[in-house]
C-alpha cells in the first residue's frame, strides 16, 4: 500500500542516531530502539496471548508468563481500549483513497480498526511488545514505561533516508523492567497514553492535517489517557507539582515550551505535571458547564497548536478566545484552585497551590508565570509579551494589578519556540508560613520516574 508518502508528515515523534544497517527480520523478531543511544536492534520475541483486540508478545527471557499475558490483554480488551476509543477517537467514518484512478471508500470502526487497515493487518487487533526498554533506569532515577512510534506504519525494514526501522504494524512498546515488575498500575496507565499518541497519530493522517500536533498538545491528551484509566488525578504528577523539588515550578517552568529547562535533568516533570494539571482544569471548567466531547473536539480539530485548544476553550467561557486570556486563568487557578469560578472546581486538586517567589526580575519563557506578594509601591508596565494580572481569592485583575495581594506576571507570547523575556517582580519575600497544600492522593510518588521516550533520547544527545 503506498498511502504514506502522501499523507504521512513525519515518520516519528523521536529522534535517532545512525545505525549500522541491519539485516530483515527473521521469525518472531521486532524493531525497537535503544533509549540511551538512539540506535535500532532487533528483539526476538514469542507470542504470548492473542485477546479480543490485541496480540501480546513478549521478549524472550522477560519472564512474562502466559497468565500474565491474558492478563494484559483482557486489561486491554476491556477497559483500556473502550476507554480512550471512546473519549479520543472518531467512531463510523468512511475513508476514500485513489486506486488506478478509482475512488473507493471504507468505512471503519473506530481510529485503532484504519491504524490496522493502513499496515494491511485486517485483524484489527493492536501488537503489543513486553520488553525491558533499554534506558538509563538503573544509572538514573526516571525510565521509558513505553512509547509509540509512527514510524511502524511504513513498509517492513529500513525507512528511506532515516535511521529509522519499521515493523509494518499498528503496535505499542510497554517495559517490563522496572515498568510491569515494579510499577504495573503505572504501566497499564502508560498503555492508555501511548493508545492516544497512536490515535493521534493516524487521526492526523486521515485529516490530512499539514503537522503532528505539539508536543504539548499531544501529551496534554495522553495525560487524560492516564486519568481515564486510573480513574484518579496520577499521584506522581501531583506530587511532583506540589512538592516542586527542584524548585523550578515556582520559577514558572511547565509545558508550553517543552522541555526547556535543559539545565535541569528532572525539570521535564514538570512539564508532564503542569500538562496534566492544565488539561484536567479545562475537563473540571467544561464539566461545570455541562459541555462534553471537549478531548475529542481537540484531537480531532483541523488545528494542530494552541488554537485547536482555543476554539474548545471558548466555548467553554467566551472570555477565553485568545491564549493570553485562558493561560491567564488557568495560572491565577493555579494559585487560587479552591475559587468557585476558575479553580479546580470539584477536585482534589483544589489543595494544590503553587508557592510566590520574591525578587526583582525574572526570565520567562512563553507560557510561563510567576506570582509575587505585592508591595504598595510597586508598578510595572507590560512590556513586549509579558503581562501581569493582580489576583485575590475571587478576583482576576489585568488592568490594576497592584491593588489586588499577589502579583501574576506571565509571559504571553503565542510563539513557543520564542526567547524568554524578562518580567518584573515585587521584590517582597514571601511569608515563611506560606507553604503548597498538600494534595491527598492514594500514594505519594518517590520515584523511579516515567520519562517519554522522546524526551529520554533528547537526553542521549546532551
Excluded at 66 to 79: F, L, M, R
Excluded at 258 to 273: T, V
Excluded at 387 to 405: D, F, M, Q, V, W
Amino acid at each position: 500500500m503506498t498511502l504514506f508518502t502522501a499523507m504521512l508528515v513525519s515518520c516519528s515523534n523521536l529522534t535517532q542516531k545512525s545505525n549500522d544497517d541491519l539485516s530483515s527480520l527473521g521469525k518472531n523478531e521486532f524493531y525497537a530502539q535503544d533509549m540511551k543511544t538512539g540506535k535500532y536492534y532487533k528483539v526476538k520475541a514469542k507470542k504470548m496471548y492473542e485477546g479480543l483486540k490485541c496480540v501480546i508478545w513478549a521478549e524472550e527471557g522477560s519472564g512474562i508468563t502466559q497468565a500474565k499475558a491474558e492478563e494484559i490483554a483482557n486489561e486491554y480488551d476491556t477497559i483500556i481500549r473502550p476507554k480512550v476509543v471512546g473519549t479520543f477517537s472518531k467512531k463510523n467514518f468512511p475513508f476514500s483513497i485513489k486506486i488506478k484512478e478509482e475512488t473507493v471508500t471504507y468505512n471503519f470502526d473506530d481510529m485503532l480498526d484504519f491504524a490496522n487497515w493502513i499496515v494491511d493487518r485486517q485483524d484489527k487487533k493492536l501488537t503489543i511488545l513486553l520488553l525491558n526498554i533499554k534506558d538509563d533506569f538503573l544509572k538514573t532515577d526516571s525510565y521509558v514505561a513505553g512509547y509509540f512510534f509512527g514510524g511502524n506504519f511504513y513498509p517492513k525494514g529500513k525507512i528511506e533516508g532515516t535511521g529509522h526501522y519499521s515493523n509494518s504494524r499498528d503496535m505499542i512498546y510497554v517495559d517490563t523492567d522496572p515498568g510491569l515488575k515494579m510499577k504495573p498500575n503505572q504501566t497499564y496507565a502508560t498503555f492508555a497514553h501511548e493508545l492516544q499518541h497512536l490515535i493521534n497519530f493516524v487521526t492526523t493522517v486521515q485529516m490530512g492535517r499539514n503537522f503532528l500536533m505539539d508536543t504539548w498538545v499531544d501529551e496534554g491528551l495522553s495525560s487524560q489517557a492516564e486519568y481515564l484509566y486510573l480513574g484518579e488525578n496520577p499521584s506522581e504528577k501531583c506530587e511532583w507539582f506540589k512538592e516542586d523539588i527542584i524548585g523550578t515550578i515556582a520559577k514558572g517552568n511547565n509545558f508550553f515550551v517543552w522541555d526547556n529547562h535543559r539545565e535541569e535533568p528532572l525539570a521535564i516533570l514538570d512539564d508532564y505535571a503542569t500538562v496534566y494539571l492544565f488539561f484536567r482544569w479545562l475537563y473540571l471548567q467544561a464539566n461545570q458547564k455541562s459541555l462534553s466531547d471537549i478531548f475529542l473536539k481537540i484531537e480531532t480539530s483541523e488545528k494542530y497548536d494552541y488554537h485547536a485548544v482555543i476554539d474548545v476553550a471558548k466555548q467553554i467561557d467566551p472570555t477565553w478566545g485568545s491564549w493570553e486570556t485562558l493561560l491567564r486563568t488557568w495560572l491565577a487557578a493555579n494559585y487560587y484552585p479552591k475559587n468557585s469560578s476558575y479553580g479546580y472546581t470539584g477536585d482534589v486538586l483544589r489543595e494544590i497551590k503553587v508557592n510566590p517567589i520574591a525578587g526583582q526580575t525574572i526570565s520567562l519563557y512563553p507560557g510561563e508565570g510567576v506570582y509575587s506578594i505585592i508591595s504598595p509601591s510597586f508598578s510595572a508596565e507590560t512590556s513586549g509579551n509579558i503581562h501581569y494580572a493582580g489576583l485575590t481569592e475571587t478576583t482576576i485583575n489585568p488592568s490594576s494589578p497592584y491593588n489586588e495581594k499577589v502579583l501574576l506576571t506571565f509571559n504571553a507570547n503565542i510563539k513557543n519556540t520564542a526567547l524568554p523575556e524578562t518580567g518584573r517582580l515585587t521584590g517582597v519575600f514571601p511569608p515563611a508560613s506560606r507553604s503548597a497544600a498538600r494534595n491527598i492522593q492514594t500514594e505519594t510518588s518517590t520515584g523511579p520516574y516515567v520519562i517519554d521516550a522522546r524526551d529520554m533520547l533528547e537526553r542521549s544527545k546532551r
